[in-house]
């Protein structure tokens, strides 16, 4: 169903998205954009803040990922 967003949530994501994230189709099949917001570990605790700052209204995930 349709989101609805706070001034903050929006304010959240766009900001976000002008930064470290993106908005994409995992593949051609997706019928769902993902949002994805890349930071390194030492970003944690910011990056947590921003999330929990969206948490209500959007069904939001972490996950690890590791790059060498």
């Known amino acids: ?3 609805s967003l706070s001034t903050l949530d929006e304010e959240v994501l766009v900001g976000t998205l002008l930064g470290d994230a993106s908005v994409l ?3 051609k099949l997706s019928k769902y ?3 994805s917001v ?3 570990t030492k970003f944690e605790e910011y990056s ?4 929990n700052l969206v948490w209500k209204s959007l ?3 972490k996950r690890y990922v590791s790059h060498r």
């Not at 947590?48 to 999330?51: A, H, N, P, Q, T």
Request: aromatic letters at 16%; a positive charge.
């Open 59 to 61: 069904a939001l995930k």
């Open 48 to 51: 947590d803040y921003k999330m």
């Open 1 to 3: 169903g349709k989101v």
């Open 25 to 27: 189709f995992k593949t």
């Open 33 to 35: 954009p993902s949002f």
């Open 38 to 40: 890349a930071h390194s």
